[in-house]
């Protein structure tokens, strides 16, 4: 079979021009930026990295990869942050998570393309191989599009050279000229306005944290925002302390509604399964607790979003349904703090009356943990990220039996 094969290349570029042969006989079977790397890198890479990249609540890519040059001194990394599963950044267990529609992970194939390319001395290939560049959208970085609204801090704040944790509370409410009448809500996305934006939360209108999305609601669903509205943001602001570190900030959102004509007919519940009165042990390695929700009436579920600071190790949502079955929804077996996701339903969850859904919330307190402040002592509840936190987030939306 193989002798047969290679018999009819050799055939076929025997007829062709020597020249021609020499180029095709150069790029049969060779992984080439141009042919292999470039589509890959176009579906699970560019979102982020590429000029005006995907801000994540302050996680940006650190390096373009739009173009060869860009990218042939990254081979080495590409293919080593691939392998260990590292990029793209995604921290379900593949296993045990349902379909979440904004997954961010790759086949093995795929995987094995950034590898073979690295070692076989990262070929350029023919521009012509090459699919149309993407085409990312022109709203200056903005994920979710053009906005219709942007809304700024109603002040600029100056964070001091002494700060290293920082809540501030700013307050206003939305103008005529910004609101004249109610509208439902499609998209928010959220602007960090300096490098030392810890997590924003603009009550009634979401919040990131670092590594977050842009919340962006599934057709037909979505949370109204009412004209003259009362807004609050709870600025959390982090940094290294020391003279010269102090940066002025002034964060926004940009806000997508739908069509005015539009009713929409799942109003979103946003609501969360929390534990205040936990204390996890100085030095311990595993500690872990739980908290439940009952659902008292039908409901599906629209996202997750499990929320712990330095120490948290992993979480894990799962569900015992009224017959007794249960089932893992989310579990996030390497809990990393940089990337807050939000794990959207592809298509959302039933849950039965009665069903009862337990967040589990696990810590390293140990010095292992590389990212533990300090494992000489115990922690309890606290905003500042050297305490701790147990929330396990979690968007629905009002369902009845027939939806079963
Ligand atoms: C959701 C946004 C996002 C996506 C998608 C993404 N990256 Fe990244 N990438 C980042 C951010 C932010 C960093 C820097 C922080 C970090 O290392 O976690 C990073 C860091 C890296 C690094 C490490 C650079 C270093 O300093 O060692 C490599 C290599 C990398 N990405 C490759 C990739 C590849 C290849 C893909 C696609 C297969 C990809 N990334 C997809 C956001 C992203």
Request: hydrophobic share 35%.
């Amino acid at each position: 079979m193989y002798k047969t094969l290679v018999g009819a290349l050799i055939l076929c570029l025997g007829s062709l021009g020597t020249a021609a042969a020499n180029e095709l006989e150069s790029d049969v079977g060779r992984v080439t930026y141009f042919k292999d790397v470039v589509p890959i890198l176009q579906e699970h890479c560019q979102a982020c990295h590429r000029p005006n990249g995907a801000n994540l609540g302050g996680m940006v890519a650190p390096m373009s990869f739009t173009t060869y040059e860009e990218t042939r001194p990254w081979a080495r990394a590409i293919a080593r942050k691939t392998a260990a599963k590292e990029m793209p950044p995604w921290h379900a267990s593949p296993e045990q998570h349902g379909e979440f529609a904004n997954e961010r992970t790759m086949t093995e194939d795929e995987i094995a393309v950034f590898a073979k390319w690295a070692q076989t001395g990262v070929a350029k290939g023919n521009a012509a191989d090459a699919p149309e560049p993407t085409m990312w959208s022109t709203g200056e970085g903005w994920t979710i599009g053009d906005p219709d609204l942007i809304i700024q801090m109603p002040e600029r704040h100056f964070v001091d050279d002494d700060v290293e944790d920082e809540y501030k509370y700013f307050s206003h409410q939305l103008t005529e000229e910004q609101l004249p009448e109610d509208r439902w809500l499609k998209a928010v996305e959220f602007r960090s306005g300096s490098s030392v934006v810890h997590h924003i939360i603009l009550d009634p209108l979401g919040g990131i944290a670092p590594g977050s999305d842009a919340l962006v609601y599934p057709e037909g669903m979505g949370r109204k925002l009412r004209k003259g509205a009362k807004l609050t943001w709870q600025m959390h602001y982090h940094k290294e302390p020391g003279s010269g570190t102090g940066v002025w900030d002034q964060s926004s959102v940009a806000v997508k509604f739908y069509p005015k004509d539009v009713e929409v007919e799942h109003p979103v519940i946003g609501s969360y399964l929390g534990h205040l009165a936990f204390r996890i042990p100085a030095g311990d390695p595993n500690y872990s607790v739980q908290v439940d929700h009952t659902f008292k009436s039908p409901a599906k579920i629209v996202a997750f979003s499990p929320h712990m600071h330095l120490r948290g190790k992993s979480a894990k949502y799962e569900v015992t349904y009224p017959d007794g079955r249960r089932e893992v929804l989310l579990e996030v077996p390497k809990y990393d703090f940089n990337w807050q996701t939000t794990y959207w339903y592809d298509d959302v969850k039933f849950m039965p009356k009665g069903s009862k859904l337990t967040f589990t919330s696990t810590w390293d307190n140990s010095e292992d943990n590389p990212y533990n402040p300090d494992p000489t002592v115990d922690v309890t509840y606290g905003e500042p990220t050297t305490d701790e936190m147990s929330f396990g987030f979690m968007d629905y939306i009002a369902a009845d039996d027939s939806d079963a």
